[in-house]
């Protein structure tokens, strides 16, 4: 044991007699070991905020949406179809709410912005401008804070009245007196009505810059389409989710004459749907970590070869003074593996500093894994322990002699 | 009593080339406990050869070598390496101190690899004691580049002293430093040599050979001449006789004339 801490000592004092050498050579451990902590802290964030958006959603939500369009074998992402319509709407709080009390509430759901605002001289264009059912709030479980939010009767008579989020009302109306207050979308007035209670950020869009209209209103009116682009439905309870999107497929399915160009799905569905291409971008991160990894190995394993061939002599006087080829293959081994995992731990701090820094300046959420920390320091020892081997079995394996005679 | 070292019929051939090379054939040796031997030759005699077998760095291909009762021809690789740090110290020409390491740890380092564990503190105490005796503890603390030639000789003597050897053997120690200084190390050795260490030193100059004991001269892998050195040198003397001498130059010589 006091041998090999003295072999530590003596690793430790080669190292610092090359100061820049060692620092140089465990640059490339470094940058691979920062930039894959970088990535996953900022990946784990990105994770983190998709989930937060769809718990946010609302509970025991189901939401069904036209399955995704082939337009010429070109498969376009989920909702890109026109199939839903309200009738499915109507169909479904006939037969699942009123019919069998599965269902708490239904709701077409229109999504969109790009429009301009106007109101009390000023304009504005709210990040989103939805059109939903009555039973919105319920279904997101957001409050009405003054006002009312539409009722059926505005929805069947496709009625020009609006409810506001916080931000635009806020900034339309910067005294506060919305309610009943005349907007302007495009050309057509709508009349404010309510205004929801604040409901904050989630994956970075503020949810409260939003006009919401009756579906209809939005369909006849504005956008003059025949579609909606999902349908959001509220199961009574955790434990009829599953059986209510059976019925939903089943109803819907039926509706079709047996064709299915929908799909239902409820949060965790959606939520494993997202992680997808966050669980790809993490395989595709370990990829590049290995390969970065295995550059820096390489790149230890050549100074380690050098500086052998560089101490030959040093190593014929250990060897001829009773040094075992024992210990000077730990020597050299010691040397590689605090090369490569001191280069492995500053790498860690490089990516945490790197990311937050990242973060701040692009307004990324960062969340740094201590999990992926400890890995790229074991794995980073690891590859000093793999490439550092042939340079340490190499000096090792001198003859005490040759060694002693190299000039 | 035994002797230290003790070969009979050693042989060594090298194999690598074309022809067998065989440098060493058949010497038979008896080395008492305060000897102090010259091993001379000139190169290709095989005194080097000789000398990394006594050194046990090197097997023989044949016969057979006591070290202090142990059987050194049949050992392994470990064993061997035991046995140098234990029973042997090594000089060399070149000194071969490690660079950039101070004095005090060079002199430290076969401790490292000693078999007896010592405490840090006992470890530079006895390196210490060793710097000590070849009269540089003063400059423990220095690396070999801020040293003289003949103090980097004397600091590769206490190293080879540290693990208080059997024998202790010398290649060609005089050969980097100048005649003065070649004197000052073999005073080092003849004082250590008086307290009892056995020295074997190869040498190729005649008059530091003068300085041992017992004089051997290898021809061609055999020991051609072996006989007790007559008219001694000591190195007190001598370096006594050139102070004087340079002393005296300095009285006589006369000033540049000038134009």
């Known amino acids: 044991m006091m041998r090999f801490f003295v072999t530590v000592l003596m690793a430790l004092r080669a190292l610092r007699r090359n100061t820049m050498r060692s620092i140089l050579t465990a640059l490339g451990i470094i940058i691979g070991v920062g930039a894959v902590i970088a990535m996953v802290s900022i990946g784990n964030g990105a994770k983190a905020q998709v989930q937060n958006a769809i718990a946010g959603l609302g509970d025991n939500l189901i939401i069904v949406s036209p399955q995704s369009l082939n337009t010429g074998g070109v498969r376009g992402g989920a909702g890109t179809g026109v199939t839903l319509v309200p009738a499915d709407a109507d169909a479904i709080v ?32 709210p990040a989103s401008l939805l059109g939903v059912g009555p039973d919105w709030p319920d279904i997101r479980s957001w409050r009405v804070a003054d006002g009312n939010f539409f009722s059926e009767e505005d929805v069947k008579s496709a009625a020009k009245v609006a409810v506001l989020g916080k931000t635009t009302a806020d900034t339309l109306f910067p005294e506060g007196n919305a309610i009943g207050q005349m907007i302007r979308i495009g050309s057509i007035p709508f009349k404010v009505i309510g205004l929801m209670d604040t409901k904050g950020f989630n994956n970075n869009q503020d949810q409260d810059d939003v006009v919401m209209l009756p579906y209809t209103s939005h369909m006849k009116r504005l956008t003059r389409r025949t579609n909606v682009s999902s349908i959001y439905v509220k199961a009574r309870n955790e434990d009829v989710v599953d059986r209510v999107k059976q019925d939903l497929t089943d109803l819907l399915t039926q509706r079709r004459n047996g064709v299915i160009d929908f799909q239902v799905q409820d949060q965790a569905e959606i939520a494993a749907l997202r992680n997808q291409a966050t669980t790809t971008m993490t395989y595709l991160l370990g990829a590049i970590a290995g390969v970065s990894l295995l550059v820096g190995g390489i790149g230890i394993m050549n100074i380690m070869l050098v500086s052998v061939t560089e101490r030959t002599r040093e190593i014929g006087i250990r060897l001829a003074l009773g040094a075992h080829g024992k210990d000077v293959l730990t020597q050299f081994l010691i040397e590689a593996i605090l090369l490569s ?49 042939y340079p340490a079995r190499k000096a090792a394996s001198m003859d005490p002699i040759e060694a002693l005679r190299y000039e | 009593m035994a002797p230290v070292v003790q070969i009979k019929d050693l042989h060594k051939i090298y194999d690598s080339g074309e022809i067998p090379v065989h440098a060493v054939r058949g010497v038979s040796l008896e080395i008492h406990r305060g000897e102090f031997l ?22 023989p291909t044949r016969g057979e070598y006591f070290l202090d009762g142990t059987d050194v021809s049949k050992l392994d690789k470990n064993d061997l390496a035991d046995i140098r740090n234990q029973k042997l110290g090594f000089v060399f020409q070149g000194f071969n101190l490690l660079s950039r390491t101070t004095a005090l740890e060079n002199v430290e380092l076969p401790l490292l690899y000693s078999k007896k564990r010592l405490s840090n503190k006992e470890m530079k105490e006895r390196a210490m004691h060793c710097l000590d005796i070849v009269g540089l503890s003063k400059r423990s603390d220095h690396m070999p580049n801020q040293l003289s030639g003949g103090q980097q000789q004397r600091v590769a003597i206490a190293r080879a002293l540290v693990n208080e050897p059997q024998v202790l053997l010398a290649d060609e120690p005089t050969g980097n430093l100048d005649s003065k200084t070649s004197i000052e190390v073999m005073g080092v050795f003849q004082k250590l040599n008086e307290q009892g260490i056995t020295i074997v030193m190869v040498t190729h100059e005649l008059d530091i050979a003068h300085y041992c004991k017992r004089d051997l001269i290898l021809r061609d892998g055999v020991v051609v001449r072996d006989e007790l050195v007559k008219d001694r040198s000591i190195a007190e003397r001598e370096l006594q006789r050139l102070a004087e001498a340079e002393a005296k130059a300095k009285l006589i010589g006369s000033p540049i004339p000038s134009a």
């Open chain 1, 94 to 125: 006939a037969d699942l709410q009123i019919g069998s009390n599965k269902v708490m509430s239904v709701s077409p759901y229109i999504g969109g912005g790009g429009f301009q605002v106007l109101a009390n001289g000023l304009n504005w264009r």
């Open chain 1, 341 to 389: 995992s001191m280069g492995g731990l500053l790498g860690v701090a490089l990516g945490i500093g790197g990311s937050t820094i990242a973060g701040k300046y692009a307004g990324w959420a960062v969340e740094p894994s201590t999990s992926a920390m400890v890995i790229a320091v074991a794995f980073s020892s690891m590859v000093g322990v793999f490439f550092g081997f």
């Open chain 2, 38 to 59: 010259a091993l001379m030759g000139s190169s290709g005699s095989g005194k080097s050869t000789l000398m990394n077998m006594l050194g046990a760095l090197d097997r």
